[in-house]
Nanobody
């Protein structure tokens, strides 16, 4: 059974930083792409960033230059470093693994507010 567990969310002031982690188990983590998504209240879930098994990355325009996705295959973990956070970044953040059957984590709340 594939499991994804996110952590690292919290309350931060505008301009601050957070690093999210997503630990995977139950699958060959290193061979799959990973992604971070977010869902704000009243909005659809949207893609934030992806990273392939080879380390190639892709970002939503709204986070380019501020967020960095990375992975540690030895720890079966994908990270999302978020800098220069804005109130619009407030959302529940989810990770997803690119297995044939999609699996999601439970989400971690990020709130950007003064």
């Amino acid at each position: 059974q594939v499991q994804l567990v996110e952590s690292g969310g919290g309350l931060v002031q505008p301009g601050g930083s957070l690093r999210l982690s997503c630990a995977a188990s139950g699958t060959l983590f290193r061979i799959y792409a990973m992604g971070w998504y977010r869902q704000a209240p009243g909005k659809q879930r949207e893609l934030v960033a992806t990273i392939t098994s080879g380390g190639s990355t892709n970002y939503a325009d709204s986070v380019k230059g501020r967020f960095t996705i990375s992975r540690d295959n030895g720890k079966n973990t994908v990270y999302l470093q978020m800098n220069s956070l804005k109130p619009d970044d407030t959302a529940v953040y989810y990770c997803k693994i690119g297995t044939p059957t999609a699996y999601w984590g439970q989400g971690t709340q990020v709130t950007v507010s003064s």
